[in-house]
């Protein structure tokens, strides 16, 4: 056990870089540019950082777990056009939804079932998985978007209550969730023990298969809801939407602490890790900045982070 | 839960500092050029993608209009044409409160409600290259309707064998809406003007080089009699001339027997029109495109009328259709083709 707290306040540590960090960002776009501290470019802010959030939260505890999940863009887009189908063909909006959901969480059961069972590599499975999802999705919609969901619908993603975007009201209790699930439930010990030594944890009579196919479920119902989201807030379901978001997903959870091999790690650093992209990417473009040097700033700020771990000898 | 409840409270706090700033937002930050305190109005052009040399083209048009205007343009896109992306950098402008955006639409659906948020901040809206109807953007700039480019292909193309003979179509993609409708238009212009001239065959490449390169070799193949090749995409006029100057290099074919023309940009068919293998090429100047783009926000943000054959300069006069600005085509033969520089 004394293991365990040594790491927690380790990574408490580590929070504490983020948050200077992220704090630095938002006085020093404060300073540059006037249209960036004002209630609208934060809520802003936050209507768009929901589907990269949804995501980062599976994807944290499966890199915790020691594996990744590189499908979940593709996945994102096969649920978001299962359901765009589905709602064609006359089915009711909040049902295709459901099936939408339905889609992606079979995604990752497949997933779940190759890399836990058949103990393949994720890299290598969830890899498969991208490439041949996306070229499902092109031959579902025949690359073209569709469009035309009902008003109730974009409410998802489009509304604000009390001036506060309804989607990123649902990211953060989503967040308070999942976190209180990696703090206090049996499940989060042996996620974190699988990370750190799968053999003790399969010794120990706990079945990682299990754990391993739950994980990766969860990481395609979280892509299905963000592929939900996306849609509401665009108003359309698009063949190439969600390409390349498991960068973002990935970049957001390594800049929060987590460790790439596994073991370690937080949702709370996931969050602030998300926090520090967005309003970076924000506030550069505020900054009529290319994104070109975006691209730049922000893989060189992932480097800065993976050096400080280094750094701090874990 | 103590750092989770930590990263909440940042979040809380910079909200406050948010809602702060409000009021002293005014005082802090004049640091930023293009603001609209200095009176120098400020518009977002917003293309597919950054990257492609026709992007690059357009960009060099938006920064000229920057200049002859006396305006800030920020020219920006993702680095992969995505929807999602280009639509948060739409709302990001917003926030900066600029006087007008730019933008080629990914989907032209999806763009739908942050024009709607535009329109609503009275922040001029105009599409260019990809157009999206049933929004609320103002106007559509385009270099000329597929009709008339069509028609414009098939005048070239029977001027060149004389009126009558075999004439084959490369486009890029079947489906395309943008290739049925040039492409329609040249087979009735055709039917109407030189009667003679059939249209054996319409192959597509799917915007892949090397399959285009193989539609062209199977077609002088498979028509011996061919007379003509009209490509309705960049990459196909470039491919039949290659085939056809290495077809005549082995001695299977004639010099000129067979014409080739098409839409294909004058850098990467330079050499073919120097060779007299294509005759006449059919291009529109991406940075007029963006040029005109510019011009026309910056004509709606001072209150002014765009009208029917307004001349702008170093463009010359457009041509406008209810919601729709035509800028033109450009012919490019061999006594122009250097003067390019796209």
Same mark, same amino acid.
């Given at each position: ?142 690359g073209?978007p ?88 665009l108003?359309?379901?698009e063949a190439t939407s969600?390409t390349n ?36 990417r924000?506030?550069l473009n505020l900054l009529g900045v290319s994104v070109l040097y975006q691209a730049v700033i922000l ?16 | 839960?103590? &750092? ?6 940042? /979040? ?22 293009g ?7 400020t518009y977002f052009m917003n293309p597919k993608s950054i990257g492609p040399a026709y992007w690059a083209a357009a960009e060099k048009g938006a920064k000229k209009a920057e200049k002859d205007l006396?305006v800030s343009v920020l020219f920006n896109a993702p680095t992969e044409a995505d929807s999602a992306k280009q639509i948060n950098m739409i709302q990001d402008m917003l926030?900066r409160?600029v006087?007008g955006i730019g933008v080629s639409p990914n989907d032209a659906k999806a763009v739908?409600?942050v024009f709607?948020?535009a ?5 001029k809206i105009v599409t260019w290259d990809s157009d999206a109807p049933?929004t609320?953007r103002?106007y559509y700039v385009a270099p000329g309707?597929d009709?008339?480019v ?7 193309? /029977?001027?060149?064998?004389? /009126? ?8 890029a993609g079947?489906?395309s809406q943008n290739q049925?409708?040039k492409?329609?238009?040249? &087979? ?17 490449s799917d915007d892949d080089q090397? &399959?285009a ?18 490509g309705f995409a960049g990459g196909e006029p470039p ?15 004639? &010099? ?6 098409g839409i294909a940009v004058p850098s990467v068919v330079k050499?073919?029109?120097?060779? /007299?293998?294509?005759?006449?090429d059919i291009i529109w100047d991406p940075g007029k495109l963006a040029y005109v783009t510019v011009y026309l926000l910056d ?13 702008i300069?170093s463009v010359?006069?457009i ?5 729709n600005v035509f800028i033109g085509t450009l012919?490019v ?6 003067s390019f520089d796209f």
């Open positions: 056990m004394s293991a365990w707290t040594s790491q927690f306040s380790l990574k408490s540590n580590k929070l504490v870089v983020q948050l200077v960090l992220l704090i630095f960002i938002l006085v020093l776009f404060s300073i540059l540019s006037p249209y960036f501290l004002s209630v609208t470019n934060f809520m802003n802010v936050l209507n768009q950082m929901v589907e990269v959030g949804l995501i980062a939260i599976p994807m944290t505890m499966i890199i915790i777990s020691g594996a990744m999940d590189l499908s979940v863009g593709s996945i994102l887009a096969f649920s978001a056009v299962c359901m765009g189908v589905a709602f064609e063909r006359g089915i009711n909006i909040w049902v295709s939804m459901g099936i939408g959901l339905l889609a992606g969480v079979l995604c990752g059961a497949v997933n779940g079932y190759l890399i836990a069972r058949h103990r393949m590599q994720a890299i290598v499975v969830t890899i498969g998985m991208l490439v041949m999802l996306r070229g499902l999705v092109y031959v579902i919609n025949e073209r569709i469009s035309g969901f009902p008003d109730s619908f974009y409410f998802l993603g489009q509304q604000y209550i009390g001036g506060v975007p309804f989607n990123a009201i649902f990211l953060v209790v989503m967040f308070l969730i999942a976190s209180f699930v990696m703090k206090k439930t049996r499940f989060s010990t042996y996620v974190y023990g699988i990370g750190n030594n799968e053999e003790v944890v399969h010794y120990s009579g706990i079945s990682v298969v299990r754990i391993r196919f739950i994980l990766f479920m969860l990481s395609g119902l979280f892509s299905a809801l963000a592929g939900v989201f996306l849609m509401s807030r108003a359309s379901a969600g978001i498991e960068l973002d997903v990935i970049t957001a959870t390594l800049i929060g602490g987590t460790h790439i091999f596994g073991g370690r790690g937080s949702l709370a650093g996931t969050f602030v890790g998300l926090l520090i992209i967005v309003f970076l924000n506030g893989g060189a700020l992932l480097l800065l982070a993976v050096g400080n771990k280094k750094f701090n000898g874990v | 839960m103590k &750092k989770l409840a930590l990263a909440l409270l940042t /979040g809380v706090l910079a909200l406050n500092l948010a809602a702060c700033g409000n009021t002293s937002s005014n005082a802090g930050g004049d640091n930023n050029g603001s609209s305190s200095s009176g120098k109005r006396n926030t409160k006087s739908g409600p709607k948020k329109a609503s901040q009275d922040v049933e609320d103002q309707t009709q008339e069509g028609e414009l292909l098939a005048k070239t193309i /029977g001027e060149e064998i004389g /009126g009558k003979g075999q004439v084959a179509f490369m486009v079947l489906g049925i409708a492409s329609d238009a040249a &087979k009735a212009y055709f039917a109407a003007n030189y009667p003679e001239v059939e249209v054996v065959t319409t192959v597509a090397q &399959k390169y193989a539609n062209a070799q199977n077609l002088i193949k498979t028509y011996p009699d061919l007379k003509g090749i009209i491919a039949a001339a290659e085939v056809v100057e290495q077809a005549v290099k082995a001695g299977t074919l004639e &010099k000129n027997q067979i014409a080739i023309t050499n073919y029109i120097k060779n /007299g293998t294509i005759k006449t004509q709606l943000a001072q209150g002014k009328e765009i009208t029917d054959g307004m001349e300069p010359g006069t041509k406008v259709d209810g919601q012919e033969t061999n006594e122009n083709v250097d």
